[in-house]
């Protein structure tokens, strides 16, 4: 039997490569607002950032073309590559590979904790290997059940959203009705707790000057401010139950992933005519239904409820943009267009967890007292000047650093703690051997 270890470069699958890398990149634009200014205002550019024209614009562009399509795409890839991992050990070692799985995904669950804490509380990492522990008895269900699952965890997730968005409205409801306090009558006790909730929502989605001022004070502190702050946000992130609607948002996705792989889908196996048509059906759904609840949002003015009520059809926004990506990306690498550019996606996608990292790295350093202490300082649109600098480094870097190198630095430490033994890094190419920017040209 052929010896555990890493998938060889052989063994990868450049189309899957691709696609890792550029929802990798496309996930920046979402990241950047979160270390570059307020939560809040990702959604909502009224409360930072400025909310006219090209900020407006530039959230209007977002809101419509990225907005959880990336971490779509990212998560669905997740799902495949644990379908790639797993049948690639059984094949090798005729046995399971339960324990390679599990302790590549806790490993992956420890980077989350540290990068969370030290450079980003928005971090993937630690909910995708937390999410990633139950994948693994499914992964040898047909297709056709796994994409069924994640369709059960997407109708779940709107079920939950659908019964927020009524408790936001009745919420609303009873605190207009206290305003009967106003004339000198006593609001009921439940009049008045819904007031208090919305005072409290109000400081969270609609902050003051004053109240974004002391916040932007703690991300421009020192370090230990700074980790303070950080540790303040995960307290409520981390503290979701395990079946919260940002894990099924995860898991959908995943198990999406995981039948899309076995399909072939994701392998640029599929024909011309099926990734042509995933393109246009995607495109005719996604792109309009995105602008109508941007269209939504402004019009009532980024209103917290309206919000509320268009997250019901999250996942009909997004997916359909989601897939659509997918497929004109293997339609390139099928077709071996644009090699120039797949071949660099495919790069930084062998290396997403150390580009993953290095983004928050300059991020944390531009816009935290790590750094510069840029946060809030910049309009909405700037912010992309980073991200366009990161993709730069990302694009130009990967490949070189693949010429000489096996992995990314932080895969190959990865791997070798996942098969509890040091990994060979360098490439030892024969006399006269190509190099791989030699074989791309």
Not at 53 to 60: R, T, V
Not at 104 to 121: T, Y
Not at 193 to 217: C, F, I, N, V
Not at 333 to 358: D, E, F, P, V
Request: proline content about 5%; hydrophobic content about 50%; glycine content about 8%.
């Amino acid at each position: 039997m052929t010896p555990i270890g890493p998938i060889t470069p052989e063994e990868r699958i450049n189309s899957l490569d691709t696609l890792r890398g550029f929802a990798l990149l496309g996930i920046l634009p979402a990241n950047v607002l979160v270390f570059g200014m307020y939560f809040a205002a990702g959604n909502d550019p009224t409360v930072a950032g400025g909310a006219t024209g090209l900020n407006l614009a530039s959230w209007a562009l977002f809101r419509i073309l990225i907005e959880g399509k990336m971490r779509c795409l990212f998560s669905m890839v997740f799902g495949a590559s644990m379908i790639l991992l797993t049948s690639r050990v059984e094949e090798r070692s005729g046995a399971t590979a339960a324990d390679i799985y599990y302790r590549r995904n806790l490993w992956l669950l420890l980077f989350g904790l540290a990068h969370a804490f030290l450079l980003f509380w928005g971090d993937i990492l630690y909910p995708y290997a937390l999410c990633a522990l139950i994948l693994f008895p499914f992964r040898k269900l047909p297709a056709k059940k796994l994409l069924i699952i994640g369709a059960l965890f997407i109708a779940f997730k709107a079920g939950w959203c659908a019964v927020d968005a009524f408790r936001q409205l009745a919420r609303r409801n009873l605190a207009a009705a206290a305003a009967a306090e106003k004339v000198g009558k006593k609001p009921a006790e439940v009049q008045a707790e819904a007031r208090k909730e919305l005072e409290a929502q109000r400081k969270q989605r609609k902050p003051s000057s004053e109240e974004l001022e002391k916040d932007a004070k703690k991300w421009r502190g020192n370090p230990l401010e700074v980790i303070g702050a950080r540790a303040k946000a995960l307290a409520v992130w981390h503290g979701l139950p395990y079946y919260d609607p940002v894990n099924c948002d995860v898991w959908s996705m995943m198990f999406i992933g995981m039948g899309l792989f076995k399909l072939g889908v994701f392998s640029a196996a599929r024909s011309y005519r099926l990734y042509a048509w995933i393109a246009v059906i995607g495109c005719l759904i996604g792109i309009p239904v995105n602008s109508y609840t941007a269209w939504l949002a402004v019009k009532s003015n980024f209103d917290r409820v309206t919000f509320a009520f268009t997250y019901v059809a999250y996942d009909i926004e997004r997916l359909p943009v989601a897939l659509a990506n997918m497929a004109l990306m293997m339609i390139l690498c099928k077709a071996g267009a644009l090699r120039w550019l797949t071949s660099r996606l495919a790069a930084i996608g062998q290396m997403a967890l150390s580009n993953y990292i290095l983004q928050s790295v300059v991020c944390a350093f531009v816009f935290t007292g790590y750094g510069f202490g840029l946060y809030g300082r910049l309009e909405r649109y700037q912010l992309y000047y980073v991200v366009a600098g990161c993709w730069a480094m990302s694009l130009a870097a990967s490949p070189i650093w693949l010429q000489h190198y096996r992995f990314g630095p932080l895969e190959w430490c990865w791997r070798s703690l996942t098969y509890w033994k040091r990994q060979p890094m360098r490439i030892r190419r024969p006399s006269g051997a190509p190099t791989a920017a030699e074989a791309v040209a």
